[in-house]
């Protein structure tokens, strides 16, 4: 699977999903494209932390999360530097700890590896 085949499918599987991220995306890079696809899973993430600063519900995740995780471990290299770099990186950033627990507590094991060798740390420490 190539990133845009992700992000394709992506967008089939989680259309509720997607035209918030959608919406996040074009306020920020100007315009939606495909060549882009690399850079709206920052522009998940993006939106996933407006939902946990609002203190929405994390369930609402779960099923992306898992597919995330599951894309992860079947999947090439470029789509694993994707999630882990454009995603996991992102994910959380600027959230008080109190936000961002009951959304860890929803994200997959592998996941949270990727996120805690990269920042050292956990979000909710």
């Given at each position: ?56 519900d994390p369930n609402t ?65």
């Amino acid at each position: 699977m190539t990133v845009l085949r992700m992000y394709s499918e992506f967008r089939e599987k989680f259309p509720y999903v997607t035209e918030k991220v959608d919406l996040e995306h074009i306020e920020y890079w100007g315009v939606l494209d495909d060549e882009q696809c690399y850079c709206w899973f920052e522009s998940l993430a993006k939106t996933i932390n407006l939902d946990m600063a609002k203190g929405e519900d994390p369930n609402t995740y779960t099923d992306i999360f898992e597919f995330l995780r599951s894309a992860y471990l079947k999947e090439n290299d470029s789509v694993k530097k994707c999630i882990d770099v454009s995603f996991t990186e992102n994910l959380f950033w600027e959230i008080s700890a109190e936000k961002a627990e009951p959304f860890w507590l929803k994200f997959p094991d592998l996941l949270k590896g990727l996120y805690v060798a990269f920042h050292n740390r956990t979000p909710v420490a």
